[in-house]
C-alpha cells in the first residue's frame, strides 16, 4: 500500500448515482494488524448501511475492522448508520451537539418524520442507537491520529450547528472532508446546491465558515454530495456566493410570501439556474424538487423566527 489512500464509496442513495458518499480512509501502519488502519468519515443514512457494508467486503475488507467512524453532523443521510456501525465495535467521532441524539435518536427521527413524512423511510431508514461508551464528543480543533496521518476537528456552523469539516493531514497533503458547509453538486452536473434545513440554518455563521474553511488552504475537497473538487479556493468562493445569493433570495421571499406562493416563486427562481447548468430533468426532479423547496423555506422561516426568540444553549 502507497502512503494513506481515501476511497470513495457511492452509497446508491434514492438508487441515485452519486447523490450520497461514504469515505474510506486507509493509513499504512505496520503495528495494525494487515498493517493497515482505516476509518470512515460519514456513513450514510440507515437505508444505506448494507450497500456501504458490502462495497466494504467487495473490498476485502470486514466492516467489523473499521475502527472509527467520523461524521460531519447528524443529519440522518451523514450519520444515520453510525449505530450500526457502533454496536460492530466502531468508534463514532462527532460534534459535542450530536452525541446525544446519537445515543438516543427519537428527537432527530420524529423530527424528520415530521418534515418528510411517508418518504422517510426510503429516505433514511430507522437508525439504531448507539452505545454511549463507543460515541466520543470531539471539540473544534480536537486532533485525530489515524497513523501517520492525522485527522482534525473544523467547527463550521452555518448548514448546522453541530458541523465539523474534517481535515485529512498526510505525507500527500491537506485534503478536507467538508459535509454540507460547502454545499452539494448536483450529479451529473457542476451545480451548486445549498441545502438550507431546519432547524440550524445561519447564513452568517455560514458565510464565516467557509471563510475559514478558504484559510486552511487545503488540496483537495471531499463532499459527502458531490465528491472530489480539486480547486478547494476556487469551488468555495463560488460556495460562498451561491450560499450569500441563495439566503438573500430566501430571507426576502419567506419574509413577502406564504408557503405555496413562495414555493413557486422559489422554483421559477433556481430552476432556471439549474437549467442554465445543464443538471439532467431526473436530477433536477430528485435534488431540487418541491422536497427541496420546501425544507429550505422550512430552515429560512425557522431562523427567522430565532432572530425574534434567540437559542439558548
Not at 499504512?28 to 493497515?36: H, K
Not at 454540507?180 to 440550524?200: H, K, L
Not at 487545503?218 to 469551488?235: I, K, M, N, Q, Y
Not at 443538471?279 to 430528485?286: I, T, Y
Amino acid at each position: 500500500m502507497r502512503g494513506t489512500t481515501i476511497t470513495p464509496i457511492d452509497l446508491d442513495y434514492l438508487s441515485l448515482p452519486g447523490a450520497a458518499l461514504a469515505f474510506l480512509v486507509e493509513v499504512p501502519d505496520e503495528s495494525a494488524a494487515g498493517g493497515v488502519r482505516r476509518v470512515l468519515v460519514e456513513c450514510g443514512p440507515e437505508a444505506c448501511r448494507p450497500r456501504l457494508e458490502s462495497e466494504l467486503a467487495r473490498r476485502g475488507i470486514d466492516p467489523a475492522s473499521i475502527e472509527a467512524v467520523l461524521l460531519t453532523h447528524i443529519h440522518l443521510d451523514h450519520a444515520g448508520a453510525a449505530g450500526g456501525f457502533a454496536s460492530r465495535g466502531a468508534r463514532i467521532l462527532v460534534h459535542p451537539r450530536g452525541v446525544r441524539h446519537l445515543v438516543d435518536p427519537a428527537k432527530l427521527v420524529a423530527s424528520s418524520r415530521r418534515v418528510h413524512g411517508d418518504r422517510f423511510d426510503r429516505f433514511y431508514g430507522e437508525p439504531i442507537p448507539g452505545p454511549a461508551d463507543r460515541i466520543d464528543a470531539i471539540e473544534d480543533g480536537a486532533a485525530v491520529r489515524v497513523g501517520d496521518a492525522i485527522l482534525r476537528a473544523i467547527e463550521t456552523p452555518g448548514h448546522a450547528r453541530h458541523h465539523h469539516a474534517w481535515m485529512l493531514e498526510h505525507a500527500g497533503g491537506r485534503e478536507c472532508f467538508t459535509g454540507d458547509v460547502a454545499a452539494m453538486i448536483v450529479p451529473g452536473s457542476r451545480f451548486i446546491s445549498v441545502p438550507t434545513p431546519a432547524t440550524d440554518f445561519d447564513p452568517s455563521a455560514w458565510d464565516a465558515s467557509l471563510a475559514r474553511l478558504l484559510d486552511e488552504r487545503s488540496d483537495r475537497l471531499w463532499l459527502t454530495h458531490g465528491g472530489r473538487v480539486d480547486a478547494p479556493h476556487e469551488f468555495l468562493a463560488a460556495v460562498r456566493r451561491r450560499v450569500a445569493d441563495e439566503a438573500a433570495f430566501l430571507l426576502e421571499t419567506a419574509r413577502a410570501c406564504e408557503d405555496r406562493e413562495a414555493v413557486e416563486r422559489y422554483r421559477a427562481w433556481l430552476h432556471p439556474q439549474a437549467d442554465a447548468a445543464r443538471v439532467p430533468e431526473a436530477m433536477r426532479s430528485a435534488f431540487l424538487g418541491r422536497a427541496f423547496l420546501e425544507m429550505n423555506l422550512a430552515g429560512t422561516r425557522k431562523f427567522l423566527k430565532d432572530q425574534l426568540e434567540p437559542k439558548h444553549g
